[in-house]
């Protein structure tokens, strides 16, 4: 959903997630709610105002410009190699810079799968390289964004992924 807007058959898929009373599960629980009263064109125009826009959006989501205040930065530089190393390569179409949250975050999730092989100390080093430093202030800004309203309870779970694991690689470190 951080990729593109997701449509009306995703939309009722994510409602029909359940939460519990933990923050991450309450996080989890707003989402199926935002999701079981969405309109899926309602939800593409929000997609587009914050991360497109005309000219540009409410939001950036690239680490280079969480990191350096530019596009297309060192730290793409640098992750475009730590992918090349994981034997990651760019999805023919896709025209957009590797930094980009939703591939951040596909390819932690694709090592923690195991579809990325990769031990805990390079996904710790991956994650503590290309996530850490930005991705917290990304999903702040994404829940207060003047457009965001479907996706405000997604920033809540972002933000709390992203503290989970800080917190379990500084642990097992």
Not at 154 to 170: K, N, P, S, V, W
Request: charged residues 20%.
């Amino acid at each position: 959903m951080l990729s593109s807007a997701p449509d009306q058959a995703l939309l009722n898929h994510v409602a029909q997630l359940q939460g519990d009373k933990t923050p991450l599960g309450c996080a989890f629980t707003a989402l199926a709610l935002c999701a079981k009263t969405a309109d899926s064109a309602r939800v593409e125009r929000e997609f587009f105002e914050l991360f497109i826009g005309v000219g540009r959006g409410e939001l950036l989501p690239y680490s280079s410009f969480y990191q350096t205040g530019f596009l297309n930065e060192r730290p793409l530089a640098v992750l475009r190699d730590d992918l090349s190393r994981l034997g990651v390569a760019r999805a023919n179409g896709r025209h957009e810079p590797e930094d980009h949250i939703a591939l951040l975050m596909d390819v932690m999730a694709d090592m923690i799968s195991g579809d990325v092989v990769a031990s805990a100390d390079i996904q710790r080093a991956f994650f503590n390289r290309h996530i850490a430093p930005w991705a917290a202030q990304f999903f702040d800004d994404l829940a207060i964004a003047p457009s965001a309203d479907f996706y405000r309870p997604l920033a809540e779970i972002g933000r709390l992924l992203t503290d989970i694991e800080a917190r379990a690689f500084a642990l097992a470190a």
